[in-house]
């Protein structure tokens, strides 16, 4: 089921230099961290360049990706734990983490639709899950995608409603924020 053919496997001893983050306080503000003692997963957390901002406040920080390359540069960091495993399915048991953050993935994964129930299904009932994606609504974002078909790069763009929409109508606390291109999905799992 590897989706991308191989770039994040090249990219990976270079990624941070070109690849900043575009406002990592903004997603801890939204995150919360509100359990000192809980777990917080990074799914498709790459290189952790994003993760690496929770460690310290919360008890363990989990990156889960499938590019070995990737989190090769992970295991360089103080306080992360590195975890080769799909978005579509993550080796830890039901409402093990009390937040989960997904930052510029969702377009990559082979399956979107089991990746979010996947995140769904780790989240702890009172947890969080905030999702940054490029906001496909943008000219700047639609003429990216082109570009990384014309790369041969197997992305799947979607709009910030049609992310919240996949997870369903049961789970009613959501919302949207945008600043320029990007946009935060965020979703709260009722206690
Ligand atoms: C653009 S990078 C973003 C990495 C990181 N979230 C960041 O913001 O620095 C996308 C990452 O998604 C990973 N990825 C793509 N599809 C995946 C899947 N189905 N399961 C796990 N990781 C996946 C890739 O290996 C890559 O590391």
Redesign the pocket.
């Known amino acids: ?4 053919p191989g770039h ?1 496997k090249l990219l ?1 001893p270079f ?2 230099r070109f ?1 900043k ?1 575009k406002e990592p306080e903004k997603i801890l503000a939204q995150l919360g961290l509100p359990q000192p003692d809980g777990a917080v997963l ?9 993760a690496r901002y929770f460690v310290g406040k919360v008890a363990r920080v989990v990156v ?4 070995f390359e ?1 989190l090769q540069e992970v295991s360089k960091k103080e306080g992360l734990t590195a975890v080769c ?4 399915e993550m080796p830890f048991p039901d409402g093990y983490f009390c937040c989960i953050v ?4 969702l377009h ?4 979107q639709v089991a ?1 979010i129930n996947e995140l769904w299904r780790l989240l702890k009932p009172g947890g969080r899950v905030i999702i ?1 994606e490029p906001d496909f609504r943008n000219f700047r974002v639609k003429m990216m995608a082109l570009a990384e078909k014309l790369a041969l790069m197997r992305t799947h763009f979607i709009t910030p409603g049609r992310i919240l929409d996949l997870f369903g109508d049961d789970r009613s606390v959501k919302r949207i924020e945008v600043d320029g291109w990007t946009a935060w999905m965020i979703v709260e799992k009722p206690a």
Do not use: K, S
């Open positions: 089921m590897q989706n991308e994040f990976a990624y941070e690849i983050p990074d799914a498709g957390g790459g290189t952790g360049r994003v889960a990706d499938q590019t990737m495993a799909l978005t579509e997904m930052v510029d993935a990559h994964v082979a399956d990746t940054e």
